[in-house]
């Protein structure tokens, strides 16, 4: 560990533990004190008023023009990004801020791979084998660190290695290049990155979709790639990239996720793509691109990205019965809900007739219809059956309307004629639940309200109501 230590006017307000420091005209100013994995807010009985800080601000300038390691970052009419040596200065002028605002920030200390202690098999996949790596947790968890820490192993082995920073605030060797978006733009930065051809790029941070999309092109034209990134779980920082990067191409992207927090690994993700039936999912016809991430810690599968109907999911597979299983049953039911919507509105564009759907992760797909519609929906050697399936991605089990269980409820109608409304008055325990009424060949959803009541105000199933009556399907049985 090394500790930085700089000869700028900053360091008298910055002692070995002070890794920022807030003023805002006419606040105490505050310091933020750090010690592994503990932060704690030190306030001074101190403050500076508006001439006070535009004084401190001019000093700031000052060094900058007469300092090589002294620069603008980004200058805005109401905020500036500067950078002096290790210190990274934020100034935010009102309207934007409601007062003169100054956040000073500067690393503490300067870790080395070797303070991590890692592994040897760890450390052989960062050195030799992960080339996609994602680093990613909260601010202030250590990413960047470790990424500083990442590159030295890398410049030891004699490795072309530049940057892409915004701001330029890693503390780095002079041989390594470091750009910024400041002066550039993503075309920019591209192009030059794909002529000179490093064999490592660090990008300190991957934020918007731009970035995504910068991220991936060097990538895929064969770059080692070191990405920073915010995300509270390390499966989060994969879910950023959905939708902004086709999901087959993830694992070209990304191939290691590693997790820290207060400067410690607390877990390693690696990424494969495969083609095989997700878990939960039982028949053989169900089988799709699969990406497994697997913890390289454990060795354990941990989650599994995939295709259901249009949608991504994100499904959790590990864990104990008293944990995370309680979390993948609720995201199994949020899910398979979600899908159920996406494939109903699909299906009623397909379809001819009304349906009942039910969504079974553990096989396929039940699809309720009327009896006289089956031959329609099967077509001759059921060839429409089998491009439903084709466009829908899942294997459905054709059924009809009769082999829907039925609920016996005691109900009572009131229908006002001249107002074409129907009211049902359901038993107590149905007050805002879902309701599922078949009319004939006529499928309906209603939920009660607080009176145990439906409103019906559809004039054409009013009157079906009355010619037909209805009857309510027992969801729980199916």
């Excluded at 009327?370 to 077509?379: Q, W």
């Excluded at 001249?418 to 004939?440: D, M, R, T, Y």
Aim: glycine fraction near 4%; charge should be negative.
């Amino acid at each position: 560990m090394e500790q930085i230590i700089w000869n700028s006017f900053l360091d008298q307000y910055f002692d070995e533990h002070t890794m920022s420091f807030h003023m805002k005209e006419g606040r105490p100013i505050l310091r933020k004190k750090w010690t592994p994995g503990n932060w704690k807010p030190e306030l001074d009985t101190k403050s500076m008023n508006k001439e006070e800080m535009n004084a401190f601000i001019q000093k700031i300038y000052e060094e900058i023009e007469s300092r090589d390691d002294g620069f603008m970052e980004i200058d805005r009419k109401l905020s500036k990004v500067l950078q002096l040596g290790p210190y990274r200065i934020v100034i935010v002028y009102p309207p934007l801020s409601d007062g003169l605002e100054i956040t000073i920030v500067k690393p503490i200390n300067k870790l080395v791979m070797d303070d991590y202690k890692l592994d040897p098999e760890v450390f052989d996949l960062l050195r030799n084998k992960a080339k996609w790596i994602l680093v990613s947790w909260s601010p202030g968890s250590g990413k960047t660190t470790f990424a500083q820490a990442l590159i030295d192993v890398y410049h030891k082995d004699n490795h072309i290695i530049k940057t892409i920073e915004s701001p330029r605030d890693l503390q780095v060797s002079d041989d390594i290049v470091q750009y910024s978006f400041t002066y550039g733009t993503h075309d920019e930065v591209r192009d030059i990155l794909l002529l000179s051809r490093p064999d490592y790029t660090v990008y300190d941070e991957v934020r918007n979709k731009s970035d995504f999309e910068l991220y991936k092109d060097l990538r895929l034209t064969g770059i080692g790639l070191v990405g920073v990134i915010h995300a509270t779980r390390a499966v989060d920082s994969i879910q950023r990239f959905l939708g902004t990067i086709e999901m087959g191409i993830i694992p070209q992207v990304i191939d290691t996720v590693i997790y820290i927090d207060k400067w410690v690994i607390q877990e390693i993700f690696t990424l494969q793509l495969t083609v095989k039936v997700p878990e939960w999912m039982e028949s053989e016809d169900l089988a799709r691109p699969v990406i497994v991430i697997t913890s390289f810690l454990t060795k354990q599968v941990e989650y599994e990205i995939y295709t259901f109907g249009e949608q991504i999911v994100v499904m959790p597979l590990s864990g104990d019965m008293n944990g995370e299983w309680k979390v993948q049953s609720k995201w199994k039911t949020v899910v398979s809900e979600y899908a159920k919507q996406t494939i109903s509105k699909k299906l009623q564009q397909l379809l001819p007739c009304d349906f009942f759907l039910k969504v079974k992760w553990s096989s396929n797909l039940d699809l309720y219809i009327p009896e006289e519609s089956k031959g329609r929906i099967i077509g001759k050697a059921w060839a429409n059956i089998n491009a439903l399936e084709k466009s829908m991605g899942l294997k459905i089990n054709l059924k009809s309307f009769d082999e829907l269980p039925l609920l016996e409820v005691n109900t009572d109608i009131q229908a006002w004629k001249k107002s074409n409304i129907s009211e049902v008055l359901f038993p107590i325990e149905f007050a805002n639940q879902n309701i599922c009424f078949l009319i004939g060949d006529q499928v309906a959803y209603f939920i009660a309200d607080a009176r145990w009541m439906i409103t019906i105000k559809d004039k054409q199933l009013v009157k079906e109501i009355s010619r037909r009556g209805f009857v309510v399907v027992d969801t729980n049985k199916l």
